[in-house]
């Protein structure tokens, strides 16, 4: 079975950079079969809406919120993927999640908490 492990997040101030990990780990046969790996986030009094995407080819996807101010990238060899971000503001302040992709609901973990500061 699956599992992921969320790292990162904090307290940053506007225009700050942060890294977030999402490290998986499992049976090497279902760690193949994986279609991708996403990224969440929910801000205050809003729901959860998925703002990255990564496929199993490494083919990256943002929206348009963050695109320009967030990268993907993953380390394969550590079975992790990595939310960039850079020239923080404060609307992006929310938990952050990681899950696979289609997401799983068995996945969702506690999240990250990334605080932006003005």
């Known amino acids: 079975q699956v599992r992921l492990v969320e790292s990162g997040g904090g307290l940053v101030q506007a225009g700050g950079s942060l890294r977030l990990s999402c490290s998986a780990s499992?049976?090497?046969?279902?760690?193949?079969?994986?279609?991708?790996w996403t990224w969440y986030r929910q801000t205050p009094g809003a729901q959860r809406v998925q703002i990255a995407y990564?496929?199993?080819?490494?083919?990256?996807n943002l929206d348009d919120a963050v695109k320009d101010r967030f990268a993907l990238s993953r380390d394969l060899g550590k079975n992790t993927v990595y939310l960039e971000m850079t020239n923080l503001k404060p609307d992006d302040t929310g938990i952050y999640y990681c899950n696979t992709f289609p997401p799983s609901d068995a996945l969702w973990g506690p999240g990250l908490q990334v605080t932006v500061s003005s």
């Open positions: 499992g049976p090497p046969e279902s760690l193949m079969v994986l279609q991708g």
């Open positions: 990564m496929s199993s080819r490494g083919t990256a």
